[in-house]
């Protein structure tokens, strides 16, 4: 499984894509699907060290090169420390910074949280102690489920991490604010179709 991230916008694609890596004939090879229809390959021509891959494309229209860096991991006092703000109170929104429509889909379900929760800033983050979590929004409609820290500590990954809206990135966090970014899915307010909307949000301690 592969969770792309574009770093320049800061958004997930939402998509989850497939990868493999394997020794072909002493060859190196990296394959990695694009939106499920054909796959890139891409082939290692340079381990500069533990951490750098250098590779290029060998299926693609133009020569890229690229560089594969292995993202840093957070101290164990930086992640106690982002641990200990997140956890300890109920979160609020405070300020709506950025919302965008990426995808609309015909075919709704009922679990998704209305997608006024959000706009009316009525949503709520909950992340505990205990590793549980609650997103609670209007209509006594909820997410429920484990969390953990990621590596980095620059994402709170719920579940497993097997979805793209498993991913909330923190922009930034202090005792009393932080700053998330998701790609969801939300319940439309006027119509019975559901909406898979980006948004990044200002969060206020409320106190728990």
Aim: glycine share 4%; hydrophobic share 35%.
């Amino acid at each position: 499984m592969a969770i792309l991230k574009n770093l320049k916008t800061n958004k997930y694609d939402r998509m989850v894509e497939q990868w493999n890596f394997k020794n072909i004939n002493g060859i190196n090879l990296f394959a990695i699907t694009n939106r499920q229809a054909f796959n890139s390959f891409y082939q290692v021509i340079k381990n500069n060290e533990d951490s750098i891959l250098s590779i290029k494309c060998i299926n693609c229209k133009e020569l890229i090169t690229a560089k594969m860096v292995k993202e840093k991991n957070a101290t164990k006092i930086e992640k106690e420390t982002s641990l200990n703000k997140i956890s300890k109170s109920k979160w609020v929104i405070e300020q709506i910074l950025k919302t965008d429509t990426i995808f609309l889909s015909t075919e709704p379900t009922s679990g998704f949280i209305p997608y006024n929760s959000l706009v009316d800033k009525k949503m709520t983050f909950e992340f505990s102690e205990n590793n549980s979590f609650s997103i609670e929004g209007l209509k006594n409609m909820s997410l429920n489920g484990n969390w953990h820290l990621s590596s980095s500590g620059n994402e709170i990954i719920l579940n497993d991490g097997k979805f793209v809206n498993d991913y909330i990135d923190i922009l930034s966090i202090e005792d009393e604010f932080m700053e998330i970014s998701n790609l969801n899915w939300f319940r439309s307010n006027e119509t019975y179709e559901d909406l898979q909307i980006y948004y990044e949000v200002r969060l206020k301690n409320n106190g728990g």
